[in-house]
């Protein structure tokens, strides 16, 4: 599989004239508990030759092709990732945390580095976070069985927006290895046995609606929404210069 995203990467970067910065696994398989079935979620940033940047439209800034059953690939153009990241897109932030990367361009993911704290926003990133947590516990968890998978979608969600109101000024990390501490004591022991249920399960597998996990994802969902408005406002400098710099340092075949 790794080879044949490597041969679709190739494949974009001659189709369509670009360059590609980065390209990372932004799901299941970059949070550490996927099933033997996941299919793959590739996203990456690439960027266009120089002279596609000047005229007097904006072209397509978005690469989105069919989801089969084995991978959904999807990327950001750069100057697009990077208003992202100014306006502290939370999914951007995971990609740039991925611990699995398809693609890289020497120095690119280091480029951003010290940019993050500033384009942090807690708040932007619980919203974030609890807009993914609502559709668990209102929609997904409500019957008697629930999908493991979204079970898992929804804790990880929870952990971070939890993460968030307990270290605004820290990015939540992306595995869910190192949000899962956060989780209350009597809880690890169910979350152990299902997170070892699901490394064999199916996409589809269903299990009892655990009592406990589900209240918990209630309460922090209640929690998170009352924490909204008392979060700090992180005063950074402006990123924007910064950004620009790194827009037209990147610029395909730019260095």
Known sequence: MHARIQTALTQLETTHGIRILYA?????????????????????????????????????????????AELDLAGWELRKALKLLRGSNAALFEWLQSPVVYAAAAGFRAALGPLLPACWNPRAGLHHYLGQLRRGVEEDLTGEQVRLKRLFYALRSAL????????????????????????PIELHGQAEELLTRKATADEKTTVPRPAALGAFLQAEYAAGQAARATLPVLRHSEPTAALDAVFRAWLAGVM
Request: with cysteine; proline share 12%; aromatic share 14%.
């Open 24 to 68: 990372c696994e932004s799901g299941s398989r970059a949070w550490g508990f996927p099933s033997p079935d996941s299919d793959y979620d590739v996203r990456f940033i690439y960027s266009h030759p120089a002279e596609w940047y000047l005229t007097l439209d904006d072209g397509p800034d978005t690469l989105n092709f069919p989801v089969d």
């Open 160 to 183: 971070a927006a939890r993460w968030i109101q307990r270290h605004p000024d820290q990015v939540p990390p992306m595995e869910f290895a190192a949000l899962r501490e956060l989780l």
